[in-house]
């Protein structure tokens, strides 16, 4: 019998069971054994690679009729094995439903006795709107001040990429690093700051070529105290 | 050469002004001009239910919960955005270029450059973009030069390869304008290569058409390279 542990939080910030489930919903929903329903999203429902191979057959076929309700013509050269590729590839865009963080994090915390701030910045991150199936892609740039556990530093890109390779709204995708790092590491704080270029804003839509979306999430002494904050805001400028 | 292109037409092209070396392949050109004006404007409405049918599916398929906030009207958004991406078959170069052809008595170069493209890949459905640069030598007859963004437009909202689109605008040009030379670079990243694949982040790929003095006279060719800043 699996009881999924309670979410940690950190001093101050509101708890959140109850809130509405977001994206790694749907079937996976499961509930604890007080009833109450556990956001999945904390759950990482997984995707497996059977399931993927499973699913090619009818995303190649939606894919197909996607070609010809553009007009195009599926049989010629160039797009005979158009819906397989992009079913392959998206497949690989939606990869961060395979993964579990804590399968990824497991081995690489490490008891240190260090307290100063880490940062692991200029982290290339791909992914897509929810809204509109368009890449988003941009920078994230991670620190957190440790409590006697640091991770390994290519683990913050990887729970990057697990979060990243979704559906996501550059909001929930900052959260959901941030919060995975505080539950893995209860260190003093973690800041995530998100910044992005949106193809549903750049190529369609207002077509505004050079903007960039930029979202952070602040936790612990991060949230609390402004020198902190401040310093890792400056870090990650130069 | 006549200058309309009907779409159902085979067009065997001999230019007599310089691109006496340059025969379309017909064949390719058909298959392409079949394309020109694949889908009208006014079908796209009722072409939504089934794209949007396919998105519905393929998060399904994704493993993607259709039923939570963020993603119940993303089968129509999506489906929208496609068609967006490729209203590029709702034109031809004529629709857009037969009001804004002008005759000057201009013979140096003209150049429009960094221009914004975006287009989708027709391998992986994932856009590339990037920037265009173009360049002709006018032969009486001027072009607005909104225009040249604009046949960059038409041709680039398609399912695309970048050899392709490259050569589609330069031909589109010199069919309309019948300049002594027109000249397109495409310099573009590929999100197909750099978000999955070979994941490489910084790589850009060049593609160039050069088509009459462009072609022969290499002090014309490099004039154009140097003033579009290929550094």
């Not at chain 2, 993607?64 to 129509?76: A, F, I, K, W």
């Not at chain 2, 221009?115 to 173009?134: A, N, T, Y």
Request: charged share 25%; hydrophobic share 40%; proline share 4%.
């Amino acid at each position: 019998m699996d009881q999924p542990t309670e979410p940690r939080t950190l001093p101050g910030e509101p708890r959140e069971d109850g809130a509405p489930a977001v994206n790694g919903a749907g079937p996976g929903l499961r509930r604890s054994e007080a009833g109450c329903v556990m956001e999945s999203w904390r759950e990482e429902r997984t995707r497996s690679l059977e399931d993927n191979e499973r699913s090619l057959p009818s995303l190649a076929a939606a894919y197909s009729s996607i070609l010809r309700g553009l007009g195009e013509d599926p049989l010629r050269q160039g797009l005979v094995k158009t819906p397989w590729r992009a079913a392959t590839a998206m497949q690989f865009f939606t990869k961060g439903y395979q993964e579990k963080i804590v399968d990824v994090l497991n081995d690489a915390i490490f008891d240190e006795d260090h307290d100063e701030m880490v940062i692991v910045k200029d982290i290339d991150m791909f992914s897509m709107c929810e809204h509109h199936l368009v890449p988003i892609f941009g920078r994230v740039h991670i620190g957190y001040l440790p409590n006697k556990r640091v991770l390994g530093l290519s683990k913050l890109a990887r729970i990057v990429e697990i979060y990243s390779r979704r559906l996501q709204v550059p909001e929930r995708l900052t959260k959901q690093i941030a919060v995975a790092i505080t539950e893995a590491l209860q260190p003093s704080g973690v800041g995530v700051v998100v910044e992005a270029t949106h193809m549903c804003m750049v190529m369609r839509g207002v077509q505004k070529m050079n903007s960039k979306t930029v979202t952070s999430t602040m936790l612990g002494v991060f949230r609390e105290d402004p020198k902190t904050r401040d310093e890792f805001l400056t870090l990650i400028r130069t | 050469m006549n200058g309309h292109c009907n779409s159902n037409d085979v067009v065997d092209v001999h230019i007599n002004n310089g691109f006496s070396e340059i025969i379309i392949d017909t064949k390719k050109s058909t298959v392409h001009r079949q394309h020109e004006t694949s889908r009208k404007e006014a079908e796209d409405k009722s072409r939504l239910p089934a794209i949007e049918a396919a998105y519905t599916c393929i998060l399904r398929e994704l493993g993607e919960d259709t039923d939570r906030e963020g993603l119940l009207r993303t089968p129509l958004r999506a489906a929208k955005a496609m068609q967006f991406l490729t209203k590029g078959y709702h034109e031809t170069i004529y629709d857009v270029l037969n009001d804004a052809i002008f005759d000057e008595d201009h013979n140096e170069m003209v150049i429009v450059k960094d221009i914004d493209m975006f287009s989708l890949c027709e391998h992986h459905l994932v856009p590339f973009f990037g920037k265009v640069h173009i360049g002709y030598i006018p032969n009486k007859k001027v072009v607005g030069l909104s225009k040249l963004a604009r046949i960059v437009e038409i041709y680039s909202r398609r399912l695309q390869v970048q050899e392709r689109l490259t050569k589609q605008i330069a031909m589109g040009i010199s069919e309309a304008l019948q300049p002594l030379g027109v000249a397109v670079v495409i310099e573009a990243a590929h999100m197909c290569m750099v978000m999955r694949g070979v994941q490489k982040i910084n790589s850009r790929t060049v593609t160039s058409t050069m088509l009459g003095v462009y072609l022969e006279d290499p002090k014309t060719r490099e004039e154009f390279l140097t003033l579009t800043n290929k550094s």
